[in-house]
Nanobody
């Protein structure tokens, strides 16, 4: 069974930084991409950044130049480094893997439980 567990959220002042981590467990044969999404109160979940299995990265316009997505393959961890945070970055941040194939079959998409990021002005 594949599990994603996020950590690293919290309260930070505008202009500060946070580093989110997503620990991925389970026997994954292949996947197409891993990414971070966020959902603010009253809004739809939106893409923040994605990294493909081929290490290509895609960022939302709001994240470009401030956020960096990366993988620690040895630790099976997805990371989102967030700098120059703004109050509008306040949201629950979710980790996601797409098109995952395991011993049990697939492809499936998996989500973590989310971690709260609050940026005060």
């Amino acid at each position: 069974q594949v599990q994603l567990v996020e950590s690293g959220g919290g309260l930070v002042q505008a202009g500060g930084s946070l580093r989110l981590s997503c620990a991925v467990s389970g026997s994954i044969f292949s996947y197409s991409s891993m990414g971070w999404y966020r959902q603010a109160p009253g809004k739809q979940r939106e893409l923040v950044a994605v990294i493909t299995s081929g290490a290509m990265t895609v960022y939302a316009d709001s994240a470009k130049g401030r956020f960096t997505i990366s993988r620690d393959i040895a630790k099976n961890t997805l990371i989102l480094q967030m700098n120059s945070l703004k109050p509008e970055d306040t949201a629950v941040y979710y980790c996601n893997t797409k098109d995952v194939r395991t011993r049990s079959g697939g492809p499936y998409d998996y989500w973590g439980q989310g971690t709260q990021v609050t940026v005060s002005s």
